[in-house]
């Protein structure tokens, strides 16, 4: 067996890929880390651009970006499965949707996508000042590491603004001119601000008691998410309200 150790990302997993095809080492003869000691290659890693280029379908790419996100340690190994079989096995393979990989990775894809967009919903920034200047801050706990894939949309967003995403899965910062990442921290509370006041008058503002379906609030708005979402403080009263209406003749 042999080990490979690499950063967690697309780009260090790709140059690793391609090495490993251009020596053709089988997948199961793999076993994929993130960090510690590489008994393969000596170097770094770095791009070789003499080396052999595997061409494979355009579907790939796309694919091994989402799946590389997904918090499972065995998505390396799934990727150049996927791909050793791609290049030698069958070029059309990612067309089998009933194939155990494929159908494995289009999952982790889908997943990703759905963690994307609960970022974009729920994150919620707070005003800080620091040494004199105002930023914004906000605390999100995704799933996986989709921090790369979510924050440039916050970047397009408020590009006006200075603000950090932090998260267990990593941070973001945009300095009003470059979006860059740092390394994931621990939770720590956020102070209030009066951006929360606003968030509350909305959400009641918005809030239709006699729409209200309990389940399917939690499977939009999961509870794991509620304790960094300054509205989320009104959803029992919110309920309550709402079942007393609905009681009413």
């Known amino acids: 067996m042999i080990q490979i150790s690499i950063e967690n990302s697309f780009a ?4 690793a890929a391609r090495k490993c ?16 000691q590489n008994s393969l290659f000596e170097d770094n890693l770095t791009e070789d651009t003499n080396e052999r280029v595997f061409k494979v379908s355009p579907d790939f790419l796309p694919l091994a970006e989402a799946v590389v996100c997904f918090d499972n340690a065995e998505r390396f190994s799934l990727l150049y499965r996927l791909l050793f079989r ?10 089998i949707e009933s194939d155990d990989d494929v159908r494995r990775a289009r999952l982790m894809e889908k997943a990703i996508y759905r963690d994307v967009h609960k970022f974009h919903a729920f994150v919620r920034f707070r005003r800080v000042e620091l040494e004199g200047v105002e930023i914004y801050v906000a605390w999100h706990e995704p799933h996986h590491f989709t921090v790369e894939r979510a924050a440039p949309f916050f970047a397009r967003r408020f590009g006006a603004m200075r603000f950090s995403i932090l998260s267990p899965k990593g941070c973001a910062h945009w300095n ?23 968030w509350l008058v909305y959400y009641k503002s918005i809030f239709n008691p006699f729409r209200l379906k309990i389940k399917a609030m939690k499977k939009e708005l999961p509870v794991r998410h509620w304790q960094t979402l300054p ?13 007393e209406l609905k009681r009413k003749p």
Not at 86 to 95: D, E, Q, T
Not at 231 to 243: C, F, G, H, S
């Open 12 to 15: 260090s997993w790709r140059v």
């Open 231 to 243: 509205e989320a403080v009104l959803i029992p009263e919110l309920i309550r309200t709402a079942k």
């Open 86 to 95: 791609l290049v030698h096995v069958n070029k059309n393979l990612l067309h």
């Open 176 to 198: 009003l001119e470059e979006l860059r990442f740092s390394e994931a921290i621990s939770s720590q509370p956020l102070p209030p601000d009066e951006t929360e006041d606003f």
């Open 21 to 36: 095809l251009r020596e053709e080492i089988a997948p199961a003869e793999i076993i994929w880390t993130c960090g510690g």
